[in-house]
C-alpha cells in the first residue's frame, strides 16, 4: 500500500490544479476498476471456500466473518471470475483507423465499428471503464495497459507487433494476393470463403489473449477481412467464461469461423480450437 499512499499523498501536494484534476480524473478510474476486481476476487474466494468447506455458504458466512444474507450479496452483484479475462480495467478498445485522400482524418470501417460496439457493450456488463482508441496506421501505438485490440498486421503496427508474440498462428500473404492464418508448425493455411471464385459471406478470423510481461492483458482480433472480427467478438463473448474457466490467466491463440447475415453472425465454429502457448 506504500506506493498507493504516496502517489494519494503526492497528488494532494500538486500545486498546478490542471494537473492535480487530470491526475485525479486518472487514479478515480485506476482505483474503481481495482474496486471492482477485488469484488470479483471476494465472489470467487467464497464459491472455492464453498468447495473446500462442504458445500455449505453458512460455513464460509462464518469463515469470512460475515453473514450469510452478506455472502448471498456477493454472490448476486460481484463480478464473475471470468472478468479476469480481460485484465483489471481501466479497459481499451483499439480498432483500425483507415487513411483516405480525400480526407484528413481518419475513418473506421461499418464492420469494425460494429466489432467495437459489440465489444463495449460486453466490457461495460462486466463493469469495465471503456475508452475507445482509434489507432493511425501511420503511428507505432501500442497498448500501455489492458486492451482489446482489433487490427490485422498489415493494418498498423501494433497489428503485427502482436502477432509475432504468437509461436502457433500467423497471419500471411499467399497467392493472388490472398491473406490467410498460417499454422507455424505445420504451414498449414486457412482462407477466407469470401475470397473463394464463389465467395460466400462467410469470413474466418485469428483471435488471441496476450498476457503481457507488464501484468497487463492484450486480446487481439484480426480477421482475414474486417467482417471476420465480428464473428470472433461474437464467440468471444457467447464463450469468455469457458475459456478462462479452460485456459486460465495464460496466452493462447485460435481462429473463429463465422457465416453472416448483414452485419449479424448466423453461424460461429472453431477452424483450430484455442492453443496455450508454450
Not at 485525479?24 to 476476487?41: H, K, N, W
Request: charged share 25%; net charge negative.
Amino acid at each position: 500500500m506504500a506506493d498507493v499512499d504516496d502517489e494519494f499523498h503526492a497528488l494532494r501536494l500538486e500545486p498546478d490544479p490542471v494537473r492535480r484534476g487530470r491526475r485525479a480524473t486518472d487514479l478515480l478510474a485506476t482505483y474503481q476498476q481495482r474496486s471492482v476486481e477485488l469484488a470479483r476476487i471476494r465472489r470467487a474466494a467464497v464459491e472455492e471456500a464453498r468447495d473446500q468447506l462442504g458445500g455449505s455458504y453458512t460455513e464460509v458466512a462464518r469463515a469470512f466473518g460475515l453473514t450469510k444474507g452478506r455472502i448471498t450479496q456477493i454472490r448476486s452483484s460481484a463480478p464473475p471470475a471470468h472478468r479476469a479475462f480481460f485484465g483489471v480495467g481501466p479497459l481499451d478498445i483499439a480498432l483500425p483507423g483507415r487513411r483516405l485522400l480525400d480526407r484528413d482524418d481518419l475513418v473506421i470501417a461499418t464492420e469494425d465499428d460494429a466489432t467495437g460496439a459489440h465489444l463495449a457493450d460486453e466490457a461495460e456488463r462486466l463493469s469495465f471503464a471503456v475508452e475507445r482508441r482509434i489507432i493511425d496506421p501511420l503511428q507505432e501505438w501500442e497498448p500501455s495497459r489492458d486492451a482489446i485490440v482489433v487490427c490485422g498486421p498489415a493494418s498498423a503496427h501494433v497489428g503485427n507487433m502482436l502477432m509475432q508474440r504468437d509461436p502457433l498462428l500467423t497471419m500471411t500473404i499467399g497467392d493472388g494476393a490472398r491473406w490467410g492464418i498460417t499454422d507455424r508448425g505445420t504451414g498449414e493455411r486457412f482462407l477466407s470463403p469470401m475470397d473463394e471464385p464463389e465467395p460466400r459471406r462467410a469470413d474466418i478470423a485469428y483471435l488471441a489473449r496476450h498476457a503481457m510481461p507488464s501484468g497487463a492483458v492484450v486480446v487481439h482480433i484480426a480477421g482475414v477481412h474486417a467482417l471476420g472480427s465480428i464473428g470472433a467478438a461474437h464467440y468471444l463473448t457467447e464463450h469468455v467464461a469457458d475459456l478462462w474457466s479452460e485456459l486460465g490467466d495464460g496466452s493462447f491463440s485460435m481462429v473463429v469461423a463465422s457465416e453472416f447475415d448483414g452485419l449479424n453472425p448466423t453461424a460461429l465454429d472453431l477452424v483450430v480450437p484455442p492453443r496455450r502457448w508454450p
